[in-house]
């Protein structure tokens, strides 16, 4: 995810708690997370509204089309 254009940083996860410490102490666009999770996190849209929550098939996205369609999201957020 490092190597994505578009990606600023990338947070390895420390403990469970801490999610909403990073998104605002790094001032967090994107959150994704892989689609086990599906809706787990959407309600982090509560206290951050311009966050975008993405889920991802796990072993079926290659980085490609991940970085893809990042990309495709951090643009039509800034049109």
């Known amino acids: ?7 600023d940083v990338v947070v390895p996860e ?6 909403a ?4 102490m790094f001032d ?7 689609d086990g999770w599906r809706g787990k996190f959407d309600s ?3 206290d951050f509204p311009n966050l975008k ?4 098939p796990r072993g079926q996205t290659s980085s490609s089309q991940l970085k893809s ?3 495709e ?3 039509a957020g800034s049109e």
């Open 44 to 46: 982090l849209k509560d």
């Open 1 to 7: 995810m490092e190597a994505v254009r578009y990606v």
């Open 53 to 56: 929550v993405m889920y991802f």
């Open 73 to 75: 999201h951090y643009k």
């Open 28 to 34: 967090v666009d994107i959150f994704a997370m892989g």
């Open 21 to 24: 410490l990073y998104i605002d």
């Open 69 to 71: 369609d990042i990309a």
């Open 14 to 19: 420390q403990t469970w708690e801490d999610k």
